[in-house]
């Protein structure tokens, strides 16, 4: 594997369900984000880990949680989801120092 | 405050003729700028990039982009379009130069849609 991948691809989940989305880098890197493309709006930066810690939670709901165990994965815990977050969940990952980020394939989350 | 515009949601061009969107940003100090490109279920892919360097930037599948300080602007320009160039494109905006942590500031997007 090369780059960043994502894991599952399609995910659908009922508002009662908990489920994680996973993230994996192979790039070396050790700054890892979680974005939200939902339709017509801008992707939204909801998390960023450096170095392992949390760094910044953008006014996400506490129905996300995010968990990175080491420098190469992250994870996004999902549970009692409401039909607005239905959206395409993008990780990302970047060496600090660089502005440069390198995104994963992303994830389409349906919440029925 | 960082933001970045695309003019224009959605355009329209015929294989072979000029691709040009637009992009703007504010920014308080000298930005970095990013063009990337989203294909259908995918992730996105890096294009090109501004990072003070010259000023015309060149990046992949023939695509290159002129940073104008004066305008505030960033367009992407390719002299001919390919019907494989479809896909969304964003523009971004970093100014957390000099620190640890590069933070990405995205416009909406725009739609290329290309006619044979």
């Known amino acids: 594997e090369t780059g960043v991948t994502q894991t599952p691809r399609h995910l659908v989940m009922g508002m009662t369900n908990k489920k994680s989305l996973k993230c994996e880098q192979h790039?070396?890197?050790?700054?890892m984000y979680w974005y939200k493309q939902s339709a017509k709006k801008p992707l939204e930066l909801m998390f960023v880990?450096?170095?392992?810690?949390?760094?910044e939670n953008n006014s996400v709901p506490s129905r996300f949680s995010p968990e990175c165990p080491n420098s190469s994965h992250l994870f996004l815990h999902l549970h009692t989801l409401q039909p607005e977050d239905s959206a395409l969940y993008l990780c990302?990952?970047?060496?600090?120092?660089?502005?440069?980020?390198?995104f994963g394939p992303g994830t389409r989350l349906t919440v029925l | 405050a960082q933001s970045v515009t695309q003019l224009g949601s959605h355009v329209s061009v015929s294989e072979g003729a000029l691709v040009l969107l637009r992009c703007n940003y504010s920014?308080?100090?000298?930005?970095?700028l990013f063009w990337y490109v989203q294909y259908p279920n995918q992730g996105l892919q890096l294009l090109l990039k501004?990072?003070?360097?010259?000023?015309l930037v060149k990046g992949i599948n023939g695509f290159e982009a002129e940073f104008k300080k004066s305008e505030t602007s960033f367009h992407l320009t390719k002299p001919s379009a390919h019907m494989s160039d479809a896909a969304e494109y964003f523009c971004?905006?970093?100014?957390?130069?000099?620190?640890?942590?590069?933070?990405?500031?995205f416009g909406r997007g725009t739609q290329l849609t290309v006619w044979p």
């Open positions: 920014s308080s100090v000298p930005p970095y």
């Open positions: 501004y990072t003070s360097a010259a000023t």
């Open positions: 990302a990952s970047s060496q600090m120092g660089t502005d440069t980020q390198y």
């Open positions: 790039l070396g890197h050790n700054a």
């Open positions: 971004a905006v970093s100014v957390d130069r000099g620190s640890t942590l590069g933070r990405l500031y």
């Open positions: 880990y450096s170095l392992e810690e949390r760094v």
